[in-house]
């Protein structure tokens, strides 16, 4: 078979397998589940670079398909998914998807893919150029996704559906042109990561009390 198969790659594939079992759950009408799924993908992608890192003997090889393999998994689970889920959303209340609404997913998606090569060809000249480790990105990380429309969709306890759907909506237009715009975003370390993982568990909470 083709590919490389070992540990460093197991949790980008469990983030990918979690946004498809989301993507069932958002078309089952399932959203709190569906939204559920994409911190899981967001978790299993916080540590994924971690894990590859401690095999001290990749091939050069190795680590290159890696960071595709990161950025084919992220562009489904972060860039396609969410707009599934909004989609979903709009489309299950009175008003249905309306041409505005599907403007808006696809802006989302056009935005996610077009950073994530961005990104790809910046990173691998940047690696070519010094061993130094990221501080900053440029943009809005694609998976910031994974925090932020969950989180949104905490309002359904104070508001209706179909507001918070729009809210929905109107923040994924947001976050698209967040994903192109260059300006600098620190790099969490450990810490921020493990911080982001408590936001995540209280989210998560609340979203299983909907």
Not at 24 to 40: E, P, Y
Not at 61 to 69: A, D, L, P, R
Not at 78 to 94: E, H, K, Q, R
Not at 134 to 148: D, E, M, W
Request: charged share 15%; aromatic share 16%.
């Amino acid at each position: 078979m083709i590919g490389f198969y070992n540990y460093t790659v197991i949790l980008t594939y469990l983030s990918l397998i979690s946004a498809l079992f989301g993507t069932h759950l958002a078309f089952k009408g399932n959203f709190s589940g569906a939204l559920i799924c994409l911190l899981l993908s967001g978790a299993f992608d916080s540590f994924d670079g971690m894990v590859a890192r401690t095999k001290k003997d990749r091939t050069e090889e190795e680590k290159k398909f890696g960071i595709q393999i990161d950025s084919l998994a992220d562009m489904f689970s972060f860039g396609i998914f969410p707009a599934i889920i909004g989609y979903t959303m709009m489309d299950s209340i009175v008003c249905g998807v309306t041409w505005l609404w599907f403007f808006i997913f696809a802006l989302y998606a056009l935005c996610a893919i077009s950073r994530l090569g961005y990104f790809n060809v910046v990173e691998e000249m940047r690696q070519k150029e010094t061993t130094e480790k990221r501080k900053y990105y440029q943009g809005l990380p694609v998976t910031s996704a994974a925090l932020i429309f969950p989180a949104i969709y905490l309002l359904r306890h104070v508001l209706t559906a179909e507001l918070t759907y729009s809210i929905y909506a109107l923040v994924m237009f947001v976050v698209a042109w967040a994903f192109i715009i260059n300006f600098q975003v620190r790099k969490p370390g450990l810490k921020g990561i493990l911080v982001m993982l408590v936001m995540g568990i209280l989210i998560c909470t609340g979203l299983l009390m909907l």
